[in-house]
């Protein structure tokens, strides 16, 4: 069972350039949220989309956009890049719940994309 | 405001020495609180969740425990392949996202 991949592993862009990254959620995953983490710190939620939609936001500029496709995977797209950009970027799934209901489902995420910008 | 704060920040044990990792949480309406272990330059990798106060669960060398404040992760008897990361989150009732602690940094030393 295949777990919850992501692309690249690895990425150096310069400051004001475009990058996307994308992640492909665990199967029989349908939910996909995304998280930066920088050096020394715990992930921040950025957002989470389901059904082709995104949910719920966090604390981060319009800068950060996102997509989901009908098989579930997403891409993160982040523009005009700032040097405080450079972080690891999570990608984690679960399976679509309903925010009423009492119990979490689990979060599983991937490797990760180490985004450098210069 | 929400808040997860995880202590100590740094813990350097000898092997086979048990401690402890607390995660206290400042939230209304917890609907799960999650443990993950995370090596250098890796993805948080899954290892409990508890839903409510008094909850235990066990894996290998670890415990994690739960009240209605704070969690404990319990690890006896380390070993250096314990040494990591270990993050704390909890996912409210009210909405979608995770919100993580900083971390406290495991090192077991041989």
């Known amino acids: 069972d295949a777990g919850v991949t992501q692309s690249p592993t690895h990425l150096i862009k310069t400051r004001g350039q475009q990058v996307t990254l994308r992640c492909s959620p665990k199967?029989?995953?349908?939910?996909v949220s995304w998280y930066q983490q920088a050096l020394g710190q715990g992930p921040q939620f950025i957002f989470q989309?389901?059904?082709?939609?995104?949910?719920q936001r966090g604390n981060f500029p319009d800068r950060f956009s996102g997509h989901q496709f009908p098989n579930y995977s997403s891409e993160l797209n982040v523009n005009a890049l700032l040097l405080g950009d450079s972080a690891l970027y999570l990608c984690a799934s679960m399976r679509g719940i309903p925010l009423g209901r009492a119990m979490a489902d689990t979060q599983y995420f991937g490797p990760g994309t180490r985004l450098t910008v210069l | 405001e929400d808040q997860v704060t995880q202590s100590p920040e740094a813990l350097r044990l000898q092997e086979g020495e048990s401690s402890s990792l607390n995660c206290s949480y400042t939230v209304s309406g917890l609907r799960g609180l999650f443990w993950y272990r995370q090596d250098p330059g890796k993805g948080p990798e899954f290892l409990f969740t508890?839903?409510?106060a008094g909850e235990e669960k066990e894996k290998e060398r670890l415990k994690a425990t739960l009240t209605k404040k704070e969690s404990f992760l319990h690890i006896t008897a380390p070993k250096p392949e314990d040494s990591a990361t270990y993050l704390c989150?909890?996912?409210?009732?009210?909405?979608?996202?995770?919100?993580f602690g900083k971390g406290t940094l495991l090192t077991v030393n041989p």
């Open positions: 989309y389901y059904e082709e939609e995104e949910r």
């Open positions: 199967s029989g995953h349908d939910t």
């Open positions: 508890l839903y409510s």
């Open positions: 989150a909890v996912h409210m009732s009210s909405n979608y996202k995770l919100t």
